[in-house]
T-cell receptor, first 113, second 114 residues
Framework: SAVISQKPSRDICQRGTSLTIQCQVDSQVTMMFWYRQQPGQSLTLIAT?????????ESGFVIDKFPISRPNLTFSTLTVSNMSPEDSSIYLC??????????FGQGTRLTVV | AQTVTQSQPEMSVQEAETVTLSCTYD???????LFWYKQPPSRQMILVIRQEAYKQQNATENRFSVNFQKAAKSFSLKISDSQLGDTAMYFC???????????FGQGTELSVKP
């Protein structure tokens, strides 16, 4: 298994500001994944974060809006920039520990007002 | 590209009864993983069951079992002896053998009624 600590657990932010979400894993992993879950919707992958290289973004997501850092093998951050109410979602980080064993952080519930 | 489809937005079942949630997927991969995740109101993603496509035997975890039909690209979840704590959103998901990223279905909201 994997213990993933994600914070903050929730936040209410003003439009136009930015929020940085942190994800800490209890042991080293090669790749970390960031997902967005809009209200009443399923999870959609934002990007894959590899240590030592630029994150790989999925279609519809751009680095200027969702910059990601991956300074080491146990930590990553996702920033939601210049927020608007449409960014109100749950954001989750995930890791895969081999053989398809994926684990998730507790999620960050973001509300933009 | 892979897709996952859950055609049942909502389902309900009486406590102690059995319910089956449906999932179909599309892929050109021969080997992959399939999952069912549970998301209660706490929003934590909880792995319910995992299936390796290269194994013909259907996975089981206590009251949870799957019916994996590889040729039909179908992956249904059966919950036996439903409990009130099973009330949650259930997501079917696909993962390539290499890569680690998950593709999710739209979800099925399950309500277990006393």
């Amino acid at each position: 298994s994997a213990v993933i600590s994600q914070k903050p657990s929730r936040d209410i932010c003003q439009r136009g500001t930015s929020l940085t979400i942190q994800c800490q894993v209890d042991s080293q992993v090669t790749m970390m994944f960031w997902y967005r879950q809009q209200p009443g919707q399923s999870l959609t992958l934002i990007a894959t974060a590899n240590q030592g290289s630029e994150a790989t973004y999925e279609s519809g997501f751009v680095i200027d809006k969702f910059p990601i850092s991956r300074p080491n093998l146990t930590f990553s951050t996702l920033t939601v920039s210049n927020m608007s109410p449409e960014d109100s979602s749950i954001y989750l980080c995930s890791v895969e520990r081999g053989q398809g064993r994926a684990f998730f952080g507790q999620g960050t519930r973001l509300t933009v007002v | 590209a892979q897709t996952v489809t859950q055609s049942q937005p909502e389902m309900s079942v009486q406590e102690a009864e059995t319910v089956t949630l449906s999932c179909t997927y599309d892929t050109s991969e021969n080997n992959y993983y399939l999952f069912w995740y549970k998301q209660p109101p706490s929003r934590q993603m909880i792995l319910v069951i995992r299936q390796e496509a290269y194994k013909q035997q259907n996975a089981t975890e206590n009251r949870f079992s799957v019916n994996f039909q590889k040729a039909a690209k179908s992956f249904s979840l059966k919950i036996s002896d439903s409990q009130l704590g099973d009330t949650a959103m259930y997501f079917c998901a696909f993962m390539k053998l290499q890569g680690g990223k998950l593709i999710f279905g739209q979800g099925t909201e399950l309500s277990v009624k006393p």
